[in-house]
């Protein structure tokens, strides 16, 4: 049974970018959507973007114009673009893949993001 994996989290100043990587371990079968949430402390667990099989991407109104989603169907994988980050992009993120015909959601990880004034 597949998982998934998440890389490229860390710490990087204001402005500063950085790109995350969500990849299977295994096989997954079955996917649809897959995306990004966040979660900042204290904070609920919010959807950065999300991106379909199809190719369709919708973002959070904040992350706007600053992140891009992207996949790789052969691979399993999707990424996530984020620049000009700000210190309230702060959050763990997660990488998510939506399974309806199983009705079942693969989380990643987690991967920490921080980002200093």
């Known amino acids: 049974q597949g998982q998934l994996v998440e890389s490229g989290g860390g710490l990087v100043q204001a402005g500063g970018s950085l790109r995350l990587s969500c990849a299977a371990s295994?096989?997954?079968?079955?996917?649809?959507?897959m995306g990004w949430y966040r979660q900042a402390p204290g904070k609920q667990r919010e959807l950065v973007a999300v991106?379909?099989?199809?190719?369709?991407?919708n973002y959070a109104d904040s992350v706007k114009g600053r992140f891009t989603i992207s996949r790789d169907n052969a691979k399993i994988a999707v990424y996530l673009q984020m620049n000009s980050l700000q210190p309230e992009d702060t959050a763990v993120y997660y990488c998510?893949?939506?399974?309806?015909?199983?009705?079942?959601?693969?989380w990643g990880q987690g991967t920490q993001v921080t980002v200093s004034s």
């Open positions: 998510y893949a939506d399974r309806p015909w199983y009705q079942s959601v693969y």
């Open positions: 295994g096989s997954i079968f079955g996917i649809n959507a």
């Open positions: 991106i379909t099989s199809d190719g369709s991407t």
